[in-house]
C-alpha cells in the first residue's frame, strides 16, 4: 500500500449499517396490476416518479403487444419465465436484453412471459408515457 493510500484509509471512518435503509419487497404478496395496454400486467416494486425511475415485474399474457415506444434512457429486462421478441430478435427465460438510451422497438409475446424490468427514464408511448396501473382498475 503507497503512503498516500494508507493515510487516506486511516482517515476513514469504520462503516456501519444503516438501519431501515434496505427495503425488502415481497412480489408474490402483491396483487397483478392491469396497466393501459391489453394483456399487460404489473408489480411496481421500486418507483421514484421525480427522477423517472422504476424496477417492475411485467407479465404479458399470450399475444400480448406493447406498442411502439421509445426509451429515453437506458432499458434492462430480464426474462423470467416464457419469451418476448422485437425486431431484434426473441428474448428467452434465463436471457437478459438491454437497450440503448433513444431506441425505439415494440414487444410481442405469443407464449407469455414475465419480465424483470428497470428503467431510468419512462417510456414515450404514443399516446402515453410509462407503462402504468390502471386508474380504473378493481
Known amino acids: 500500500m503507497t503512503t498516500k493510500v494508507a493515510h487516506a484509509a486511516q482517515k476513514t471512518p469504520k462503516m456501519q449499517a444503516t438501519p ?4 425488502i419487497v415481497k412480489p408474490e404478496e402483491m396483487e397483478w396490476q392491469p396497466t393501459q395496454f391489453e394483456k ?3 408489480k411496481i416494486l421500486y418507483e421514484d416518479r421525480d ?4 424496477t417492475c415485474l411485467a407479465k404479458l399474457d399470450p399475444g400480448a403487444k406493447l406498442p411502439m415506444h421509445m426509451h429515453p434512457e437506458i432499458e434492462q429486462a430480464y426474462v423470467l419465465e416464457g419469451s418476448m421478441t422485437d425486431h431484434d430478435g426473441t428474448v ?3 436471457e437478459y436484453v438491454w437497450r440503448h438510451g433513444g431506441s425505439v422497438h415494440d414487444n410481442v409475446s405469443e407464449e407469455g412471459a414475465i419480465v424483470l424490468a428497470v428503467y431510468r427514464k419512462p417510456n414515450l408511448f404514443q399516446n402515453s408515457t410509462g407503462l402504468n396501473a390502471r386508474k380504473d382498475a378493481g
Open 20 to 23: 431501515g435503509g434496505s427495503v
Open 40 to 42: 399487460v400486467w404489473i
Open 51 to 54: 427522477k423517472g425511475e422504476m
Open 92 to 94: 428467452h427465460a434465463g
